[in-house]
T-cell receptor, first 113, second 113 residues
Framework: EAQVTQNPRYLITVTGKKLTVTCSQN?????MSWYRQDPGLGLRQIYY???????DKGDVPEGYKVSRKEKRNFPLILESPSPNQTSLYFC????????????FGNGTRLTVT | GENVEQHPSTLSVQEGDSAVIKCTYS??????FPWYKQELGKGPQLIID?????GEKKDQRIAVTLNKTAKHFSLHITETQPEDSAVYFC????????????FGSGTRLLVRP
């Protein structure tokens, strides 16, 4: 089944403790991105990647890192999480960079205390 | 940069009635406008999209209209059913090299049986 898989689904952590949210897609998509969803703000892009070893900042990149060493994987790294990073996170992928449907994972709900 | 406003934030309709969700965008150069449906506990899923060279597109009970002059586009759902209850997001693409989708803030649609 074609899908984007994120793990974990739920994560509770404390301020400053490094964490990684994994994302993997099995559709051989070139383009991958991370979004955060907050009430009243919709989905905002954190980082995106157009291909292996090619990543760039989205609209809200502060406090996050990503890497794209393999085409299928695009982990999101929070080196020192803070409470304002409490949010619902989505990984997404698409076949092409432009005008191509985004396929989203089922989300990771992160709480930072 | 591009900005997308979406209204209403919540919408309650009786089963069988129509629902309309409206979005406006700021960048007249934007040329791709998808709509996503997010069910509880899941990631958003593309339901319909429209490109700027088309004024209307239909797919069974859903349709999207685009008015480039006024810079607004709308989602129309006819003969609503309880399974249409979800959060709907509109989006507009940037036309720079980043290919970002800028999302609206979302509309929570409730279809009352």
């Amino acid at each position: 089944e074609a899908q984007v898989t994120q793990n974990p689904r739920y994560l509770i952590t404390v301020t400053g403790k490094k964490l990684t949210v994994t994302c993997s897609q099995n559709m051989n998509h070139e383009y991958m991105s991370w979004y955060r969803q907050d009430p009243g703000l919709g989905l905002r892009q954190i980082y995106y990647s157009m291909n292996v070893e090619v990543t760039d900042k989205g609209d809200v990149p502060e406090g996050y890192k990503v890497s794209r060493k393999e085409k299928r994987n695009f982990p999101l790294i929070l080196e020192s999480p803070s409470p304002n990073q409490t949010s619902l996170y989505f990984c997404a992928s698409s076949l092409y960079r432009t005008h191509s449907p985004l396929h989203f994972g089922n989300g990771t709900r992160l709480t930072v205390t | 940069g591009e900005n997308v406003e979406q209204h209403p934030s919540t919408l309650s309709v009786q089963e069988g009635d129509s629902a309309v969700i409206k979005c406006t965008y700021s960048d007249s150069a934007s040329n791709y406008f998808p709509w996503y449906k997010q069910e509880l506990g899941k990631g958003p899923q593309l339901i319909i999209d429209i490109r700027s060279n088309v004024g209307e597109k239909k797919d069974q009970r859903i349709a999207v209209t685009l008015n480039k002059t006024a810079k607004h586009f709308s989602l129309h759902i006819t003969e609503t059913q309880p399974e249409d209850s979800a959060v709907y997001f509109c989006a507009a693409s940037t036309v720079d090299s980043s290919y970002k989708l800028i999302f609206g803030s979302g509309t929570r649609l409730l279809v009352r049986p």
